[in-house]
């Protein structure tokens, strides 16, 4: 049911997403699609790489390049004091990623309801709960790689696209 994306590491990223975001949530992602966890995985699945896809875009485009270089290196650069589900709440590294990845929720969340024929109203509040999980991972992700990661390559690192480990 696992469905490749664009290639292991991105299946990875959202494998890390998916195990951050527990069982519980996607029950209530599942309850807000009507669907079951299968359902709910493929919707993370979809959702997580067009938020992938979305970041990348925001890296490349010239307006936006700074903010999120900017925010990649808060991410890597700083030692967050809390570990898993406590920095949910944008504390600790999750300002200025926080921000660019609310930024880019509505137009992800948008681009799986046309895919997915899914209310863009109902795609939105899944993302909505999603956008804190990817913080996390990302955040992690960081943690995990402090040393090895150049501003150019960071946020390649982050998403999976330039890991080698």
């Given at each position: 049911m696992k469905s490749s994306v664009s290639g292991m590491s991105e299946s990875s990223f959202q494998d890390e997403v998916l195990t951050e975001?527990?069982?519980?949530?996607?029950?209530?992602?599942?309850?807000?699609l009507g669907t079951d966890a299968g359902g709910a995985q493929e919707l993370v699945g979809s959702s997580v790489a067009e938020l992938s896809g979305e970041l990348r875009q925001a890296a490349a485009e010239p307006a936006s390049a700074?903010?999120?270089?900017?925010?990649?290196?808060?991410?890597?650069?700083?030692?967050p004091p809390l570990q898993g589900v406590a920095t949910l709440g944008g504390l600790a590294a999750g300002g200025l990623m926080a921000g660019v990845l609310g930024k880019l929720a509505r137009p992800a969340?948008?681009?799986v309801a046309k895919r997915?024929?899914?209310?863009p109203a109902t795609v939105n509040r899944a993302v909505d709960i999603l956008v804190?999980?990817?913080l996390a991972v990302l955040t992690k992700r960081a943690a995990t790689k402090?040393?090895?990661?150049?501003?150019?390559g960071g946020l390649g690192d982050l998403l999976g696209g330039g890991a080698k480990k």
């Open positions: 975001l527990g069982d519980d949530r996607l029950q209530e992602i599942a309850g807000l700074d903010e999120v270089r900017a925010a990649v290196d808060e991410v890597t650069s700083t030692e969340a948008n681009a997915t024929g899914i209310p804190p999980v990817v402090k040393g090895g990661g150049t501003p150019a």
